[in-house]
T-cell receptor
Framework: DGGITQSPKYLFRKEGQNVTLSCEQN?????MYWYRQDPGQGLRLIYYSQIVNDFQKGDIAEGYSVSREKKESFPLTVTSAQKNPTAFYLC??????????????FGEGSRLTVL | ELKVEQNPLFLSMQEGKNYTIYCNYS?????LYWYRQDPGKSLESLFVLLSNGAVKQEGRLMASLDTKARLSTLHITAAVHDLSATYFCAVDIMNRDDKIIFGKGTRLHILP
């Protein structure tokens, strides 16, 4: 079945360590997104990518990095520069950019806790 | 900068009652989406609204879009406990970058 797979589901990290969250989709979608959600809060956009080898910063990109080397994959690295990384991270994808229906399809999320 | 504001942010209501959640946004767009999130879970798509005057209905939920007023509503009819969740609206910025920005969500608690 087509969908979006995020891993790991839960991750613990010590302060000062970089971690990479995986996001893979087999929906043949062009656009992919990373959002952060804090308890009781909405979703804030970290990075997004319309096509392979291109991505843009969202509203809270500081302390994060991404790559888009393949259409199916959009990994997110949470660097040690991110001051408050503990959060729920959601990856999403959508169809062709500018298409009539830009409905997002979400993965199950990755919950990162910094100890 | 695009702002997406939902209200109320928290709503506690009795089963059987009707209520409306509002989503206002600050820039031109005619693509708006509603999502549902259960506690500890990811988001699932409820409605896609793609033009002024669009109305979609699914069960006890109905969503509408007024692009001139930059307003979308999610109406709940005769609420049942299973509808307890957090509801998000999201707006697609219609430019080259195609950014999608979410509101803060409305946490809906339906009392039996």
């Amino acid at each position: 079945d087509g969908g979006i797979t995020q891993s790991p589901k839960y991750l613990f990290r010590k302060e000062g360590q970089n971690v990479t969250l995986s996001c893979e989709q087999n929906l043949n979608h062009d656009a992919m997104y990373w959002y952060r959600q804090d308890p009781g809060q909405g979703l804030r956009l970290i990075y997004y990518s319309q096509i392979v080898n291109d991505f843009q910063k969202g509203d809270i990109a500081e302390g994060y990095s991404v790559s888009r080397e393949k259409k199916e994959s959009f990994p997110l690295t949470v660097t040690s520069a991110q001051k408050n990384p503990t959060a729920f991270y959601l990856c999403a994808s959508s169809g062709r950019p500018g298409a009539v229906a830009g409905e997002l399809f979400f993965g199950e999320g990755s919950r990162l806790t910094v100890l | 900068e695009l702002k997406v504001e939902q209200n109320p942010l928290f709503l506690s209501m009795q089963e059987g009652k009707n209520y409306t959640i509002y989503c206002n946004y600050s820039t031109t767009s005619d693509r708006l989406y509603w999502y549902r999130q259960d506690p500890g879970k990811s988001l699932e798509s409820l409605f896609v609204l793609l033009s002024n005057g669009a109305v979609k209905q699914e069960g006890r939920l109905m969503a509408s879009l007024d692009t001139k007023a930059r307003l979308s509503t999610l109406h709940i009819t005769a609420a049942v406990h299973d509808l307890s969740a957090t509801y998000f609206c999201a707006v697609d910025i219609m430019n080259r970058d195609d950014k999608i920005i979410f509101g803060k969500g409305t946490r809906l608690h339906i009392l039996p």
